[in-house]
Every structure is written in C-alpha cells, then in structure tokens.
C-alpha cells in the first residue's frame, strides 16, 4: 500500500525537507529551487536532478521506496550521496541545462542521468540493470 507521502514522481514540497542535511552550497541551492514560482526552470531542474538521483523511474508501488515515501527517500539519497556539494550544484546546473534545451525545442529530454555523470562509487543504478549487476543478455 502506498504512502500517504508518495507520488509518481520527485514532488518540489519535499525539497525543503532536504535544506538541511548537507553543507552551505546545498542549502542555497534548495532554498533556491523551493522559493522559485511553481514551473520556474529551477523547479524543473531540481526536480528532474532528483529524479535522477533518486531513481524515481525505477520505483513503483510495491518498492520499499515507494512504501517509505518520497520524502524519506529523497532524504535518504542526498544523505548517502557520495559526492561533495559541488558535485551536486554540477549536476543541478546540467539538470537545467538540460531542460533549458527540451523547452526550447533543441533537445529530447534524457531522465535517466548518463552513468558518466555520476560520481565514482555512487549507488545509483540505470535502468537497464536496477539491481546493479548485468542486464539480461549482456555479455559476461
């Protein structure tokens, strides 16, 4: 059964749940993000780096994600998230660059962040292989 907390996907209500669980630079980005108007490009770019990071496209009903809900899991990513606070200040900015280019028309928009923009060691997984190991019928 669902949370009462949980949504399809990232919800920016949680954002400011999460403003205090890292350094300075983080929580000016949140305080960034939360404060802009409904559909500003930070909210978007917010929401789309934290789908990414949290695997929202991965979760579905009966997850264990999905069971504790999206502010508890949010919370949970960016406290685990290996990276510095610059790291994820990078990955906001190319979050809004990608979007900038979706809404002008220039670019499909990729949810799922390429591996390479993820840091060494970091527990994110892509879609092709949630578990982490290989996919089915990827060569050994």
């Known amino acids: 059964?669902?949370?009462?907390?949980?949504?399809?996907?990232?919800?920016?209500?949680?954002?400011?749940?999460?403003?205090?669980?890292?350094?300075?630079r983080w929580r000016r980005l949140v305080d960034r993000a939360a404060q802009a108007p409904d559909s500003?490009?930070?909210?978007l770019a917010f929401s789309l780096m934290m789908i990414r990071l949290a695997g929202c496209l991965t979760c579905h009903p009966d997850s264990y994600r999905a069971l504790r809900g999206c502010t508890a899991c949010a919370s949970q990513v960016i406290r685990r998230y290996r990276g510095a606070d610059e790291d994820l200040a990078a990955q906001?900015?190319?979050?809004?660059?990608?979007?900038?280019?979706?809404?002008?028309?220039e670019s499909v928009l990729m949810v799922q962040a390429p591996e390479s923009a993820l840091p060494l060691g970091d527990p994110i997984?892509?879609?092709?292989?949630?578990?982490?190991?290989?996919?089915?019928?990827?060569?050994?």
Not at 14 to 23: E, H, K, M, N, S
């Open 1 to 24: 059964m669902y949370h009462s907390d949980t949504e399809i996907l990232f919800p920016m209500r949680v954002a400011p749940t999460l403003r205090d669980l890292r350094g300075s």
């Open 40 to 43: 500003a490009l930070d909210q």
């Open 92 to 105: 906001f900015q190319r979050a809004k660059t990608d979007v900038s280019l979706f809404l002008s028309g």
């Open 125 to 140: 997984r892509s879609a092709a292989s949630p578990r982490g190991g290989r996919a089915v019928g990827d060569a050994k």
